[in-house]
């Protein structure tokens, strides 16, 4: 029942489906535990960091995204 850009199920307490469909709405959600994560363990490999938030079943599956996602981010900030 994952949903939205950040795959958040309303079965985990996220939101309704129609809050975690809302781009804005999932952001804010996920950096809401992001950051204290991220204060908490500054030591973190991001993608790490990622799953400490998402608790994925497939905890090692961010890394295979890593090098695009820091291109996106790169090509975004300029």
Same mark, same amino acid.
């Given at each position: 029942? +994952?949903?939205?850009?950040?795959?958040?199920? @309303?079965? $985990?307490?996220?939101? #309704?489906?129609?809050?975690?469909?809302? @781009?804005?709405? *999932? $952001?804010?959600? !996920? !950096?809401?535990? *992001?950051?204290?994560?991220?204060?908490?363990? @500054?030591?973190?490999?991001?993608?790490?960091? *990622?799953? #400490?938030?998402?608790? +994925? $079943? !497939? @905890?090692? *599956?961010?890394?295979?995204?890593?090098? /695009?996602? /820091?291109?996106?981010? $790169?090509? !975004?900030?300029?």
């Amino acid at each position: 029942d +994952s949903l939205g850009l950040f795959q958040q199920r @309303p079965s $985990a307490g996220w939101g #309704s489906r129609e809050q975690i469909s809302d @781009p804005e709405y *999932a $952001a804010k959600k !996920f !950096f809401e535990k *992001a950051i204290p994560n991220d204060k908490k363990h @500054p030591d973190y490999a991001k993608t790490r960091l *990622a799953q #400490s938030v998402q608790i +994925s $079943a !497939f @905890p090692d *599956a961010y890394a295979k995204w890593d090098k /695009e996602a /820091e291109k996106i981010v $790169a090509d !975004f900030l300029g």
